[in-house]
């Protein structure tokens, strides 16, 4: 209940925050984000740009994780990391405080599941990643950057998304860690302080998820996302 009720108040705050606290919008952002949406990056701070892709990387990293986890939650795990792309950390905590802690993996991988578990989805994000990683910190202007996060609700929320998906990764991990058998607490807490590329080392190095078939009571649990 403590956890719930944790991570309930953290949205609600990041909400508030983010609407009524934030530096104010700037007139020229929607065009900002088509621009950074059509690859149309010229003039733009590359720490921008950079940060702005890895905000796509995140969900991605959450659905390797979310997508097993829904499989036996009441709720579907799926509207809520589809959203993640679009709003972030927005979308993944509701999922977050209304899941229910989950070590079990029932039934057969479907050819999505079979995707998001693959290691090679893991090193194609990681290898994407460190790409915008070093492209950002080569050629960004980080007292540009500082000042925009400053003074542009776009970029000032975006950053605090992009550290807020990193803190919560581990609300995750433990459950699947779990399921695969590995319960390694240096690991978990190696992965967990390893902002960005711990939660995409892991996703590829984690074991196989094994599979199980649905009998009795798991089969009443089971539900499709």
């Known amino acids: 209940m403590l956890r719930k009720v944790s991570l309930f108040s953290l949205w609600v705050g990041f909400v508030v925050y983010a609407f009524f606290l934030a530096p104010p919008d700037q007139p020229d952002t929607f065009e900002l984000i088509k621009k950074l949406s059509l ?7 590359p720490l921008v740009i950079s940060l ?3 905000m796509g990387i995140w969900p ?3 659905s390797a994780l979310a997508f097993i986890d829904g499989r036996n939650q009441k709720i579907p795990a799926w509207p809520f990391a589809t959203a993640s792309f679009g709003v972030g950390a927005f979308a993944l905590l509701p999922y977050l405080f209304l899941r229910e802690p989950n ?9 999505f599941i079979k995707l998001v578990d693959a290691r090679l989805t893991g090193i194609i994000l990681t290898v994407i990643a460190g790409i915008l990683v070093a492209y950002g910190v ?10 925009q996060w400053q003074t542009n609700r776009f970029i000032h929320v975006m950053s605090l998304d992009f550290c807020l998906l ?6 995750l991990l433990g459950d699947d860690m779990a399921r695969r058998g590995w319960k390694n607490h ?7 302080l390893v902002p960005l590329f711990g939660p995409l080392i892991y996703l590829c190095v984690r074991p196989a998820l094994p599979e ?13 996302n």
């Open 186 to 192: 240096q690991i978990f807490w190696l992965i967990s």
């Open 138 to 147: 080569q050629g960004g202007d980080w007292q540009d950057f500082i000042q």
């Open 52 to 54: 702005f892709n890895l």
């Open 212 to 224: 199980a078939e649905t009998t009795g009571i798991s089969k009443q649990k089971l539900t499709v």
């Open 39 to 45: 690859g149309q990056w010229q003039g733009i701070n």
């Open 103 to 111: 070590q079990e993996f029932v039934g057969k991988k479907n050819i």
């Open 60 to 62: 991605l990293a959450y």
């Open 166 to 171: 990193s803190l919560l990764f581990p609300v």
